[in-house]
Structures are given as C-alpha cells and as structure tokens.
C-alpha cells in the first residue's frame, strides 16, 4: 500500500479548508476468541475497504466544533457532535501529540450510515487525522497515525490503512493483504443500527449458554485469503465467515430474512458485516450487483441498498 505524505501544498483550498475521504469496511472473515479482561476480544480478521466513502472537511477556528450531515443524521438517534464523536476525540489526540492547539472547524459528511457494522465511526476518525494533519502541518508520519488510529479503536487504523488486510489483536494490528481483483458487494442497510458492544456481549451469552461454539483465536483465514488472491467468486462466496453473525441475528432475528433475501435474489453468498445490522451480499460482477440491487430494491427487505466495489484506498486528501 502506498502512503503520501498529507502534508503537501495544494491540497488547501483558497478558503483554507482541506477535505478527507475514508472508505467504509466488510469483513469478509471475522473470528472472535474469548473475552479478554480489557473487555475486548481476540480477533482474527479480513477487513476490505469498499466504495464507499465518509467526507471530513477542516478548516481554521477556534477550539473545536464538528458539524455533521448527510446519512443518518435526521433520525431518532442521532450521531453527537459533540467529544463523544470519535471525530473530536481524533483532532484532541492529534492536537496532543504534535504539541499543538486543538482549533479547528470539522465538517463530517456521511454517507456511511452509523451503527452498522461498517466502521463509519472509525472512518471519520482516520479521514479527520489525514485533514488535520495537513491543516495543522503536523507532518505525522504514517506510523504515528496509525498509533493514534489504534488508540481509537480497533477499525481506525484499518480505515487508514484500506485495501485488504488481516486484522487481529483486537483487530489493530494489520498485515496488508493482497487482491488481485475488485469485488461487488451489495449492501443492504437496515432501518436502526446495532451496537457494537451488545453484539460482542450477546456473542459471549450465546457461548456461554454453549448456544454456539466457543471462539478461537487460530488464524482461520487461509482459505478466505487464497480466494481473495484469485477468485473466483465462488471461491470467496464459500470462505465467507462471521463468528458475530449468530449474536446479530439474536439481537435482530429480522436480519435471518434479510439474509435469505440477498441469496435468494441471486448473491453468490451474503453475510452480515461485521457486528451488524448491514447484509453485505457477494456478486459476481458489476452487472450482477446492479441486478441484485434492483431486486433488493424492490422487495423492501432494507431501508437503502448501496453498490459497492473493493478493494479501495484508506483515508486520503482529497482534491
Ligand atoms: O475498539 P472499539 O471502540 O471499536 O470497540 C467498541 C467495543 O466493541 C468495545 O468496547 C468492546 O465492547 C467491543 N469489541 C470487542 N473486541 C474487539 C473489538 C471491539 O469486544 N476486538
């Protein structure tokens, strides 16, 4: 994976703002271990960074503010702008480290919706590093951010980083991957997200209840890198795992319909993403995602369905 120094000239604009993209995630593979007395868990994981993208733009102000719109932003439960936004905790954290104050104007842009197993969070953070550090001319080498990235949770540095890559530890620490394809996804979004540590904490009441396996922490990954490597689809459809599937479908016993939908409307295979509650369905090209779509589309099963395609790049400048 290549990295360019964020800090280059050109990328401000003439207002002084500077804009990031950060890419959403799929877990084409996910094994859980056993709680760990951090309150995390062991993972071993295949992240792929697929198209599409949360936009964080920051210009000069003073102390901090962050706005946020687009995806999700109108409902019940809306994304808070204030520390509790892992966007503010990003620019605190960055400020703290170079050494300097912490003003700036954030503007996040969402079009991954919050809550829903895609490390839409996690992309703010990593595109809001990226733009501060050009703001700020922190000059933060890659390592530095992908520090501060783990400290913030265990997707950021992978939303940094994009492409496919193996995670595990609690998912920071990454070994890239390599894809000699793009993939096409559908997602299907749901009404309501779910969050991330109830379905770990369902997970370790499902085991605990010896509902399903306990977890190991072996990698499990081979077969579903092999079919990364080369396809075909097929290949990828059959390695597709999830050991937080069961724990989702408990909290959200619709998602087993949702699921039988996507299969059912002709994806080569569909898991949910990560903790949940998005379906992502595997198709075999472009024009069988866009069939698929249309299907899903039709059949009411999601609030929204996406087109997407990965691998893509992680947090990066844009302009
Ligand atoms: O790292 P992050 O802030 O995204 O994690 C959110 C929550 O998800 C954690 O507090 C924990 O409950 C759960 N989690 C976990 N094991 C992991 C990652 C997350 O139990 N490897």
């Not at 859980?32 to 949360?54: E, I, K, M, N």
């Not at 809001?128 to 703001?135: E, G, N, P, S």
Request: aromatic fraction near 4%.
């Amino acid at each position: 994976m290549s990295w360019s120094s964020p800090g280059g000239a050109g990328h401000s604009r003439v207002d002084g703002a500077i804009t990031a993209h950060a890419p959403a995630k799929v877990n084409v593979s996910l094994a859980v271990g056993p709680l760990r007395d951090d309150g995390f868990h062991d993972l071993q994981t295949v992240y792929l960074a697929v198209s599409l993208l949360d936009t964080v733009t920051v210009r000069r102000g003073e102390g901090l503010s962050v706005t946020v719109s687009g995806e999700g932003t109108g409902g019940p439960d809306p994304v808070p702008t204030d520390r509790r936004n892992l966007v503010w905790q990003a620019a605190e954290l960055l400020a703290e480290h170079a050494g300097v104050a912490a003003d700036a104007a954030i503007e996040v842009h969402k079009t991954i919706p919050a809550a829903a197993g895609l490390a839409g969070g996690s992309a703010d953070a990593a595109a809001t590093l990226v733009a501060l550090d050009a703001l700020w001319g922190t000059h933060a080498t890659r390592g530095d951010l992908t520090g501060l990235a783990a400290r913030l949770g265990s997707d950021v540095p992978f939303s940094l980083a994009g492409g496919v890559a193996l995670g595990s530890g609690r998912g920071e620490l990454l070994t890239p991957v390599l894809a000699r394809r793009q993939w096409h996804w559908v997602l299907g979004i749901a009404d309501g997200g779910l969050s991330t540590p109830a379905v770990y904490a369902e997970l370790d009441r499902l085991r605990a209840a010896g509902r399903v396996p306990d977890g190991t922490t072996a990698p499990p990954s081979e077969p579903v890198l092999a079919a990364l490597r080369s396809g075909p689809t097929p290949a990828l459809a059959a390695a597709l795992a999830n050991d937080l599937q069961p724990a989702a479908l408990s909290l959200r016993p619709s998602l087993r319909r949702a699921l039988r939908a996507a299969t059912g409307a002709g994806a080569a295979a569909a898991l949910v993403s990560g903790s949940g509650p998005t379906v992502a369905a595997l198709a075999d090209d472009e024009d069988a995602a866009l069939r698929l779509a249309a299907v899903l589309a039709g059949e009411g099963v999601f609030r929204t369905v996406r087109v997407v395609h990965g691998p893509v790049p992680g947090a990066r400048l844009v302009g």
